[in-house]
Structure formats: structure tokens, C-alpha cells
């Protein structure tokens, strides 16, 4: 069942804390993606990652932090210095682009955080 | 600022009726892509134009590219409750994939 995951569902952070958003994909896309979607808004880039080991930023990206250890594997870390970390998290991935064209991108289900 | 803009914000029909959805964007672009958000849940894609494309079709999905007026729209026919969520175009703006704010389709039975 192919398809491209995230975890947890619901996360709940307090002021000052450091967490972690799990998103796996086992679709053998090379690009992947992660967005931030406010309430009423469209989706905003925070990182994208074209490779493994290597990942650049989006328009957004001040407090957050990546890693691409893995193919499969894209976890965006949202730190202390993000001011207003609620939000939905989204990630997505791709193929890569191919004759200057974009390609479809699959969404994981989201991740829902709550600054407490 | 966003590359691509859809209007209306909002959209509320009955069941039955053909929804249209608009979407403008500013610099040219190769293909543009539509997708579909139901309520707290990820996108699904629901289908790309090329820009030598003017019409596509997909089931009760018709979409319509305008280079020259650098708009698309959205189509959908015969609407069904299951219909309702937020629909989205996606263009290109540099190195990046750019969404825009979306259309929130509402179908009432």
C-alpha cells in the first residue's frame, strides 16, 4: 500500500519546547516537501528536500529545522524560536522535476499542533 | 504574494448543480495544477494542465487554461454533497510550487 504517512495526528506543545514531526514516504519519490497551512489560508513552504543529504528553504523557514538522512524519511523539527507554532503541518512528495515541469505532489494526512 | 489566486472564497450550491472555480496567476508558467483539500485532511491532486493545453477533462472535472489572461477554471459538473471541500491551484513562482488560498465549496443535498 503505497502512500506517504505522518505522525501524530495531533501533537500539543508547550512554550519553550522543542518537537518533531514524523512524515515517511514509500512512493520512491526523490523530492519531498513540508508545508504550514493556517486557518483560511493557502499552504506556505517551510523546507523542500530534492535529495538525500541535501534540502533548502522555503519562504518560511525561520524556527524550523530538517533532516534527510533517508529517502524515505523528511521530519521537520519545529524549535523554541518559532513564535506561533499552531498550525496544520503538511507533507508532500514528488518526482523530481523533469523538463522544467512540476509533477503531481501526494499529501500525508497532516499534522495537527497546538501550542498550549 | 501569491502566484496563483482563486475566486471565490467561498461557494454554496445544491446538489446537482455545476460548481465553477477561478484561479489567476501572474508570471508564466509551464502546467498548472489543481487540488482538493477535504476538512482536516491532506490535498489530493486532482489534475494538471499543461500551458499548450487549453481543455482537460476528468470525469465530471473540466478545466480550462487561458495563457493570455494568465487564468484557469475549474468545473464541476453535476455536484454531489461528497463535493464539498476546499479546492486549490498550484503554480509555478521560481524554484517553487506556489498554492493559492483555495475556493471552499460547500454542496448542500
Known amino acids: 500500500d503505497g502512500g506517504i504517512t505522518q505522525s501524530p495526528k495531533y501533537l500539543f506543545r508547550k512554550e519553550g519546547q522543542n518537537v518533531t514531526l514524523s512524515c515517511e514516504q514509500n512512493?520512491?519519490?526523490?523530492?519531498m516537501y513540508w508545508y504550514r497551512q493556517d486557518p483560511g489560508q493557502g499552504l506556505r513552504l517551510i523546507y523542500y528536500?530534492?535529495?538525500?543529504?541535501?534540502?533548502q528553504k522555503g519562504d518560511i523557514a525561520e524556527g524550523y529545522s530538517v533532516s534527510r538522512e533517508k529517502k524515505e524519511s523528511f521530519p521537520l523539527t519545529v524549535t523554541s524560536a518559532q513564535k506561533n507554532p499552531t498550525a496544520f503541518y503538511l507533507c508532500?512528495?514528488?518526482?523530481?522535476?523533469?523538463?522544467?515541469?512540476?509533477?503531481?505532489?501526494?499529501f500525508g494526512p497532516g499534522t495537527r499542533l497546538t501550542v498550549l | 504574494s501569491q502566484q496563483g489566486e482563486e475566486d471565490p472564497q467561498a461557494l454554496s450550491i445544491q446538489e446537482g448543480e455545476n460548481a465553477t472555480m477561478n484561479c489567476s496567476y501572474k508570471?508564466?508558467?509551464?502546467?498548472l495544477q489543481w487540488y482538493r483539500q477535504n476538512s482536516g485532511r491532506g490535498l489530493v491532486h486532482l489534475i494538471l494542465?499543461?500551458?499548450?493545453?487549453r481543455e482537460k477533462h476528468s470525469g465530471r472535472l473540466r478545466v480550462t487554461l487561458d495563457t493570455s489572461k494568465k487564468s484557469s477554471s475549474l468545473l464541476i459538473t453535476a455536484s454531489r454533497a461528497a463535493d464539498t471541500a476546499s479546492y486549490f491551484c498550484?503554480?509555478?513562482?521560481?524554484?517553487?510550487?506556489?498554492f493559492g488560498a483555495g475556493t471552499i465549496l460547500r454542496v448542500k443535498s
Open positions: 498550484a503554480t509555478e513562482r521560481g524554484n517553487k510550487l506556489v
Open positions: 512512493l520512491n519519490h526523490d523530492a
Open positions: 508532500a512528495s514528488s518526482v523530481l522535476r523533469t523538463g522544467g515541469e512540476w509533477n503531481e505532489q501526494f
Open positions: 494542465i499543461r500551458s499548450n493545453e
Open positions: 528536500s530534492q535529495i538525500v543529504n541535501d534540502f
Open positions: 508570471t508564466s508558467i509551464n502546467n
